[in-house]
């Protein structure tokens, strides 16, 4: 049954698709004294995609094409700064700085430190984005794997003409993405699923 049709006594329940509008960000590597792992102040982000890189083969006047290997694509994520508990401008520099980068001071004392995956990835941790229904029950959950950020904005340009909110920009990278529906769907063969997970 459609979700857009009524129920003519069919004793069915009218489903709502999901919407754009409904989701959550959490990270995990932003801990309680920085607001806590969930992104409240997340104004949109961009979910998981990925494209299959193509082989190609020549025979006479043919060409043959052959899947070859998966690119997990980079996300966006947009916040506003509520400019107290917590400060985005901190909690971005803060990863910055937990993921190896110190800025060089003098040359006597430098530090000789630099950024690793591991220390990247792990000033992220994990990061969750997850559509939710009108009840706020999650009903699509994409876990990203092993992700850093590759690009920060602090908010761009300031101008006195401008009245809209300071929103910072963060993309990131990841090695995969692991997604779970957790309603029963026909479509497979389980009721609710993890798929691009591992085991």
């Known amino acids: ?6 129920d003519f006594g069919e004793k069915t329940t009218l489903k709502d698709p999901k919407r754009a509008f409904r ?23 961009t979910k998981p995609s990925f494209e299959v890189t193509a082989s190609e083969h020549k025979f006479l006047n043919h060409t ?9 694509n980079t996300i966006d994520l947009k916040m506003v700064d ?6 985005v401008a901190a909690t971005l520099a803060a990863m910055v700085q937990a993921s190896g980068y110190s800025p060089p001071v003098d040359a006597t004392t430098e530090s000789f430190t ?7 990835a792990g000033a992220l941790g994990t990061i969750l984005i997850t559509q939710i229904d009108a009840n706020g029950t999650p009903i699509e959950k994409w876990t990203l794997v092993n ?11 300031l101008s006195y003409g401008e009245e809209k909110l300071s929103e910072y920009a963060m993309t990131i990278q ?26």
């Open 1 to 6: 049954m459609p979700f857009w049709s009524t």
């Open 23 to 45: 989701f959550t960000v959490t990270i995990t590597g932003i801990d309680s004294s920085n607001g806590g792992p969930l992104v409240w102040y997340a104004t949109s982000v």
């Open 64 to 72: 043959f094409f052959y899947p070859a290997n998966v690119k997990w």
């Open 82 to 87: 509520p400019a107290g508990d917590p400060d």
């Open 114 to 120: 630099s950024i690793s995956k591991a220390k990247a």
């Open 147 to 157: 992700s850093f950020a590759t690009k920060v904005d602090f908010g761009g340009e």
């Open 174 to 199: 990841y090695d995969w993405a692991r997604v779970e529906t957790l309603e029963p769907s026909s479509a497979v063969a389980m009721q609710g699923s993890s798929f691009f997970g591992i085991g």
